[in-house]
């Protein structure tokens, strides 16, 4: 300890300004090769450098609080765009009072509006239920949900447009998503680019990677979303602790009621035609997909469920192409 006491006196002699515990804790295990816990270094701070404590405390950031008054009071939406660059763009959603995932889908992009407003059209035909207010980011591929959040509620303020760091529901999602299973599809796809499996500038590629991967990922997301939606999360300051599944049915058992509203049916099937979406695309190429599930059915190749499986399909699927004549 009085070594630690040491090395703390010397940086805040030598230090230029008054820096706070964790960047002093970065500098010696750093500086002096010391692994030191930043708890310790907060408390010597405390003692020999009383005054610096003092000032930080006084220009602290205070978090926001986050409050919502029960399920659909607000819902959070955003598109993923991490694995993008293989052409898979992935788009969810979060009830802001049960964490519950309301959405978790993907497709071709996240830029089209009509897709984006698919997805909230489903949602809100399934459970008959439009949230009270949308918060999402001012981006044009959001103008359809802004259109149909005052069409179903009346309202100007049933939308809220908000940067990502303040559309915290779905960010704090997003980054545990990515730990847990984007991660590894990057590095997986990366894998086959390094082998020159996979050639981004090949349509051919692309399509076939589409056709064999995306109904793979799909999979997996509902997966996610069915154990995300059923784990327990914690208590907070700002809202209840238990199964989003749960808190989002059930919100009377805790004391609070579901704000959303419910849209009639005449507004739903407007809405439907409005935005005259059967089905969001799963493809760029129409003609190369019919023809790769030709291939499939020729050949009784069965749709695979795991991705090395479809790795192997995929190689194949490359190889009937290419003997028809195509450019891989």
């Given at each position: 300890?009085?070594?630690l006491?040491?090395i703390?006196?010397?940086?805040l002699q030598?230090?230029?300004?008054k820096v706070?515990?964790r960047?002093m ?7 002096y090769?010391v ?8 408390r010597?701070?405390?003692i020999?450098d009383?005054e610096g404590?003092q000032?930080?405390s ?20 955003d ?7 293989w052409?898979?763009c992935i788009h969810?959603?979060v ?7 309301l ?6 992009t996240?830029n089209?509006p ?13 459970t ?10 001012r ?8 259109d149909?959040q ?6 100007d303020?049933?939308?809220l447009y ?5 559309n915290q529901?779905?960010?704090s ?5 990515k730990k ?12 086959m680019?390094?082998?020159?499996l996979?050639?981004s ?5 692309i ?7 995306l109904p793979?990922?799909?999979?997996e997301?509902n ?7 059923s784990?327990?999360?914690?208590q907070s300051?700002?809202?209840p ?19 959303g509203?419910v ?6 099937g ?9 089905h969001?695309?799963?493809s760029?190429?129409?003609?190369l997909y019919?023809?790769?599930?030709c291939?499939c ?14 790795l192997?399909?995929?190689i ?5 192409l290419?003997?028809d004549?195509f450019d891989?």
């Amino acid at each position: 300890m009085n070594d630690l006491r040491n090395i703390i006196l010397n940086e805040l002699q030598t230090s230029n300004s008054k820096v706070g515990y964790r960047q002093m804790t970065e500098f010696i295990n750093l500086r002096y090769n010391v692994l030191v816990a930043k708890e310790k270094v907060r408390r010597l701070l405390r003692i020999l450098d009383p005054e610096g404590v003092q000032d930080r405390s006084r220009n602290v950031i205070r978090r926001r609080i986050y409050e919502t008054m029960g399920p659909n009071d607000v819902c959070h939406i955003d598109g993923n765009d991490k694995l993008k660059k293989w052409g898979f763009c992935i788009h969810g959603a979060v009830d802001g009072f049960s964490r519950k995932l309301l959405w978790l889908k993907v497709s071709t992009t996240n830029n089209d509006p009509a897709i984006i407003a698919k997805f909230y059209i489903e949602f809100v035909t399934k459970t008959k239920i439009v949230p009270k207010v949308v918060r999402m980011d001012r981006g044009t591929e959001n103008i359809y949900i802004q259109d149909l959040q005052v069409f179903f509620t009346n309202s100007d303020d049933s939308f809220l447009y908000a940067t990502s760091t303040r559309n915290q529901r779905i960010e704090s999602f997003w980054s545990r998503l990515k730990k847990y299973r984007l991660s590894w599809w990057i590095h997986f796809f990366e894998e086959m680019e390094k082998q020159g499996l996979f050639k981004s500038y090949m349509e051919t590629h692309i399509e076939t990677l589409l056709f064999v991967f995306l109904p793979i990922l799909q999979n997996e997301l509902n997966e996610f979303a069915r154990v995300w939606n059923s784990r327990n999360v914690r208590q907070s300051a700002s809202a209840p602790g238990g199964k989003p599944d749960i808190l989002y049915v059930m919100p009377q058992e805790i004391g609070f009621e579901n704000q959303g509203l419910v849209p009639s049916e005449d507004d739903l099937g407007v809405a439907a035609d409005v935005i005259g979406l059967d089905h969001c695309p799963v493809s760029k190429n129409e003609d190369l997909y019919e023809l790769l599930e030709c291939y499939c059915q020729i050949e009784n190749i069965l749709r695979p469920s795991d991705a090395l499986t479809g790795l192997d399909i995929y190689i194949t699927l490359l190889e009937y192409l290419e003997n028809d004549g195509f450019d891989i």
